[in-house]
């Protein structure tokens, strides 16, 4: 006997909810992918000096961010189906599924918030190492970390470390107040995109906190009209 009244509308808006919850995981993939392709933070986070490699904490984020979106078109996916079957089983898995990539959720939020500004400074010291390198003895060594300077500077459009780096970074005073420092571009492309990855974070946070009681009320509403 399927349920009736208020409950009905409670299945039918769970439904329409998870499509919503299912198109958030593809957009929330789709953010994922482009952040970890994106032509700027690829050239920078690729880049290797002697055999060290630009920091990956900006990577690791992005990893997490693909794995939930593909996570979250499974759960939507079986939120819409059990909501139309009516069946308490898939019910109750999807609400642990979810409580579960709740939780992982705000892990990664709280571990995000914690390395947003450490994300930025890894990277600046990458290039700051990279400019000193660049004007070493050894010429191979010069040669390699001049590379490294020189995708930052062309990437980012900026030059130099700071305002009063210009006598030492290879850059006219012009040049750096037209273009920008390297560490204030970095600081502005970083946290550009983790504003980004925020308000996804937010989005899909109050969509799931809505799902989990509407999911809840159905399986009583289920239960009870299977009781009579």
Known sequence: MGVEGCTKCIKYLLFVFNFVFWLAGGIILGV????????????ILQSSLDDQHAPNTFYIGIYI?????????????????GAIQESQCL?????TCLVILFACEVAAGIWGFVNK???????????????????????????????????FHETLNCCGRDSLD???????????ANEGTCHYKI???FSGKLYV????????????????????VLCCGIRNSSVY
């Open 166 to 176: 210009w006598l030492t970074s290879g850059c006219s005073a012009i040049e750096m």
């Open 32 to 43: 994922g992918l482009w952040l970890r392709h994106d032509s700027q933070t690829s050239l």
């Open 197 to 216: 990855i925020g308000i996804v974070a937010i989005v899909v946070a109050v969509i799931m906190i809505f799902e989990m009681i509407l999911s809840m």
């Open 91 to 95: 019910l109750g898995t999807f609400f």
């Open 187 to 189: 600081d502005e492309l």
């Open 117 to 151: 500004d450490q994300i930025a400074k890894d990277v600046k010291q990458f290039y700051d190492q990279a400019l000193l390198q660049s004007k070493d003895k050894d010429e191979n060594k010069a040669k390699k970390a001049q590379t490294v300077v020189k995708t």
């Open 65 to 81: 961010l693909i794995a939930v979106g593909a996570v979250m078109m499974f759960v939507g996916f079986l939120g819409c189906y």
